[in-house]
């Protein structure tokens, strides 16, 4: 089964509802990018009219960790994954529809081979930038993957 933004949408619904219900929507995946987009709404505001971090946080998160199982899933192995570390900057307020992009499925396949032939966890870091639809970024993530092939 190949991993499309339709599959992904429908896994928020039923194992991430939160993500679901506060908007985060899957709109493109390849092997080397990833773009999910949020919607600024009632249902996902903080207290200053502007969309909550967590919500960003969702968008950005599921930007890098759908790359992660597309790969995991395309190498034909068993492999956990986990977030390990991140780290977060918001430079604008978040209003409007929001667009997350991660473009670095390549550090991904570099991390997956290489703990396949070492038989060790491995880590890598990969980030998602978050932009108005004027293109101005508004939050910057970093996620610390680790990687480890089952036995």
């Known amino acids: 089964m190949t991993i499309s933004p339709s599959k992904l949408n429908t896994y928020l619904m039923f194992k991430l ?3 679901y219900f506060t908007g985060v929507r899957t709109k493109h995946i390849d092997d080397t990018t990833c773009v999910v987009t949020v919607k600024h709404r009632w249902i996902n505001q903080n ?8 919500v960003q946080g969702m968008a950005a998160e599921l930007t890098t960790g759908a790359l992660v199982m597309k790969k995991i899933r395309e190498s034909g192995r068993k492999v956990s994954m986990l977030v390990a570390n991140n780290n977060a900057t918001f430079t604008k307020k978040a209003t409007g529809r929001i667009t997350f992009k991660c473009e670095e499925g390549h550090k991904i396949d570099d991390a997956i081979s290489k703990a396949i ?4 966890g491995q880590t890598v870091w990969l980030s998602a930038n978050g932009v108005n639809k004027d293109g101005a970024e508004v939050s910057s993530f970093n996620f610390e993957w680790t990687i480890k092939v089952k036995s």
Do not use: L, N, R, V
């Open 17 to 19: 509802p939160s993500a």
């Open 117 to 120: 032939e070492t038989g060790e």
């Open 47 to 54: 207290p200053f009219k502007s969309m909550f971090w967590a």
